[in-house]
């Protein structure tokens, strides 16, 4: 049995969803805690802060995200 592997980078930049297809932004960093990714960072306050450090980010628990595509994430109901 194979199982499928990826890497963190690969959620970097894809467009992240509300449970209703709402469109909230893109993936600017992944904070991760003993190898788990503990949440996400997205949006335009996320790349202003990523960028100048001087914004309040968005961000999201990893518990929030109900599923991880090639085109996207997205989050539980609620999940904002």
């Known amino acids: ?36 990714i503990t949440e996400l960072v997205y949006g335009t306050k996320g790349l202003i802060e990523r960028l100048t450090g001087k914004a309040e980010p968005t961000k999201v628990a990893w518990s929030s995200v109900a599923r991880v595509a090639r085109t996207g994430i997205v989050l539980k109901p609620g999940g904002t």
């Not at 509300?18 to 893109?26: M, T, V």
């Open 1 to 36: 049995m194979s199982k499928a592997v990826n890497r963190i980078s690969a959620f970097d930049d894809l467009v992240v969803r509300s449970a209703d297809g709402a469109r909230l932004g893109r993936v600017h960093e992944i904070h991760a805690t003993n190898g788990r």
